[in-house]
């Protein structure tokens, strides 16, 4: 996959919000990775900021809807995963002012 595919398909992600924390996924540290299959399938894998998190579904389904406007991806797998666990050091610097932790 192209560099400049990745950075699309991280930028669509960027697009889904986190509902309780009001901070999209990708700058909450909750996206491991993106990869994108031979018949076009695009891979996510990530985790969630607690185990039994009520909201998973909606995660998930944001997640998918993010990623069908791009011409490349057929379909969405998402994989929740929770090793490595999540901890607010995966978070981006602007997750961390938005949310006011200190780095």
Known sequence: MSEALQENLMGALENVIDPELGIDIVN????????????????????????????????????????????????????????????KDRMSRYAKIALGIPD
């Open 28 to 87: 909450l540290g909750l996206v491991y990775g993106v990869d994108l299959e031979e018949d076009g399938t695009a891979v996510v894998t990530m985790t969630l900021t607690a185990m039994g998190c009520p909201l998973a579904g909606h995660i998930e389904e944001d997640v998918k809807r993010c990623l069908e406007d791009i011409p490349e991806v057929t379909s969405t797998q998402v994989n929740i995963v929770w090793s490595p666990p999540w901890s």
